[in-house]
C-alpha cells in the first residue's frame, strides 16, 4: 500500500510564508489587512504577524475577487460584506477543484 501524505494543518503563518503563498509583496498583505477588517492577523510582542488559516482562506477570498474578478477595493469590501458565506463556499469549492487539477496532472505525468 503506498505512503498517503498528510496534510499539516498549521495554527499560524508567518509574513514571509503568506507572501510565498501568494506571491506578493508584504507591504500589499499588509495594505490589505488595513482595507479589509475580516483579516485580522495576530501580533506578537515583537509585533510580527501571525496569520491564522482563516486569515489565509479570507487572503484567498480578497485576492480572488481583486485579482481575478476584477473588483475595485470598495466593491470586493461591499461584496464581502453582503454575500460572506456564499463567496467563502465558492473559495471552498475553488480550492477543491484546484486541488482535483494538481492530482489529474499528476497522474497524466506518470502515464
Do not use: C, W
Request: proline content about 3%; charged content about 35%; hydrophobic content about 30%.
Amino acid at each position: 500500500m503506498p505512503y498517503k501524505e498528510r496534510d499539516i494543518n498549521k495554527l499560524y503563518y508567518t509574513m514571509g510564508e503568506v507572501t510565498e503563498i501568494f506571491q506578493v509583496n508584504a507591504s500589499q498583505i499588509r495594505f490589505y489587512e488595513r482595507e479589509f477588517e475580516i483579516l485580522q492577523p495576530k501580533k506578537n510582542k515583537k509585533g510580527n504577524r501571525l496569520f491564522s488559516p482563516e486569515d489565509v482562506e479570507n487572503l484567498k477570498i480578497i485576492f480572488h475577487l481583486v485579482k481575478d474578478k476584477g473588483y475595485t477595493l470598495s466593491g470586493a469590501k461591499e461584496h464581502l460584506k453582503t454575500n460572506r458565506t456564499e463567496i467563502k463556499e465558492n473559495q471552498k469549492v475553488i480550492d477543491s477543484l484546484e486541488k482535483l487539477k494538481k492530482f489529474l496532472l499528476e497522474v497524466k505525468d506518470q502515464l
